[in-house]
């Protein structure tokens, strides 16, 4: 667990936001409160014979603007305020990127490294059989996070549609394609991530083949991230992971390293000259992309950090005195909620296509995502010129108002 709590950063936020948001006072106090978290308890027997109880959450948020959508993360550090303050940036990014859904988000308490993919298989489906009264296509829509993917979306929709009699594909999203899942899907946060770092070259009037950029964590979203932002001609010149990272001021050859990792290797053991997490957070680049975890940009980090520009593709990875202090220093940093929105765009088109029993091309998948990504760009710039004082707050103050119109259209019941 981290020491600042996410669900506190979180509302630090909205209270940001709120004098630049026209949302009244009533509803406003409504949007920081979560609508329900259900907690779980998951007894499984190990394949080491050993019987071991986990604990699992589930949070809905906000559903004014549709049914809850949000991921779930397996990790020795979630707790309920984590996956709390997770289901609530999940509101504030569906709102913000204007899909029709609300928030959530979910998490059990594991240490996946320690456990067989027996294991993790049925911690899944029991997981799932806790959570199931909850989700659904029409309710509650799950989807991947940290230490989970299209292997976890297929046994959640497998326990699912065991117990409702027949197949269910809208019940997640993020599944494999060939049980209903979406083209683009696996990749969709990195591009979503590049996509956003070019916009925003692009606004700051510089070319991004000439950037050099690091990146933390190099799992689903920091390795596609790292190769789409290669592809487009920028140098990533350091990436890491849990285990530390590698450092090439000419350009790391990300396609070897994305092959060393999905072969089972950690960064650290990659060849190059090694460079720590702590090194790499502080490292003289133009682009910093966290990609990792909550908090991982803290004050200290802020005072030294040396990047023209951060991008969060992680939720959270900035502590709110780094924030402030990168706000003080005129560091643009691009918002969680704008910069890693490509994960949930796709995850939208996904169920969709699952609604229409029908599957839609790559290309149709990836301009979609691009264009609702670059409108969303210019309204948050738009609004940010309009006297919002930095991309965050403008953000937020979009995403706040269009919940709140949703709160004032249905009312208040009873
Ligand atoms: P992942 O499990 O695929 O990868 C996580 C990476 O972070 C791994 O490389 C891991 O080694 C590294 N890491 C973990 N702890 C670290 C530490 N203390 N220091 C440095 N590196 C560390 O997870 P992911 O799906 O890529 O998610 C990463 C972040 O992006 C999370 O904040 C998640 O909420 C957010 N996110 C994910 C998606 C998605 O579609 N998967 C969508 C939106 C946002």
């Known amino acids: 667990m981290s020491e600042i709590d996410p669900f506190e950063n979180m509302l630090a936020q909205m209270d940001r936001a709120e004098p630049y948001a026209d949302v009244g006072p009533g509803v406003f106090e409504r949007l920081k409160h979560p609508e329900r978290t259900l907690k779980v308890t998951l007894p499984i027997e190990l394949d080491s ?51 029709p859904y609300g928030g959530a988000k979910g998490g059990v308490v594991c240490n996946p490294t320690e456990l067989t993919d027996n294991d993790i298989e049925n911690i899944t489906r029991r997981y799932t059989e806790g959570i199931r009264r909850m989700i659904g296509p029409e309710t509650d829509v799950p989807a991947p996070d940290m230490n989970t993917g299209p292997q976890t979306m297929a046994w959640m929709m497998d326990t699912y549609s065991m117990y409702k009699g027949y197949t269910v594909p809208g019940v997640v999203t993020g599944k494999p394609p060939e049980i209903g899942g979406t083209l683009g899907r696996v990749e969709a946060t990195g591009r979503g991530v590049a996509i956003v770092t070019e916009q925003t070259f692009d606004y700051l009037g510089r070319r991004l083949d000439d950037a050099s950029i690091a990146v933390q964590g190099f799992g689903n979203v920091g390795s596609h991230a790292a190769r789409f932002l290669d592809d487009m001609g920028a140098d990533v010149v350091a990436v890491s992971d849990v ?3 590698v450092y090439d001021p000419d350009g790391l050859p990300v396609e070897s390293l994305v092959s060393h990792v999905r072969d089972g290797n950690m960064l650290s053991d990659a060849a190059g000259e090694s460079i720590s997490n702590d090194e790499l957070l502080r490292a003289d680049v133009d682009v910093l992309i966290p990609a990792a975890l909550e908090n991982a940009v803290t004050e200290a980090v802020a005072t030294d950090l040396r990047a023209d520009v951060v991008v969060e593709a992680a939720n959270g990875p900035l502590t709110p005195d780094a924030d402030r202090i990168l706000r003080e220093r005129d560091v643009p940093v691009v918002p969680d909620i704008l910069a890693n929105a490509g994960g949930v765009i796709v995850s939208y088109l996904e169920w969709v296509q699952n609604t229409q029993e029908y599957a839609w091309t790559l290309e149709e998948v990836n301009s979609d995502l691009r264009e609702r990504l670059t409108d969303t760009f210019d309204a948050v710039v738009s609004r940010h010129e309009e006297g919002v004082p930095d991309l965050r707050t403008a953000a937020y103050a979009i995403a706040l108002e269009r919940t709140a119109t949703a709160h004032d259209f249905r009312g208040l019941f009873p």
Not at 64 to 72: D, L
Not at 83 to 88: M, Q, Y
């Open 243 to 245: 285990s530390g990272g």
């Open 49 to 99: 014979g050993d019987t071991a109880v986990f604990e699992g959450y589930r949070c809905q948020f906000d559903s004014a603007r549709g049914p809850y959508k949000g991921g779930v993360r397996y990790h020795p550090g979630v707790t309920m305020s984590e996956v709390e303050a997770l289901a609530g940036w999940m509101t504030w990014k569906t709102a913000l990127v204007d899909l």
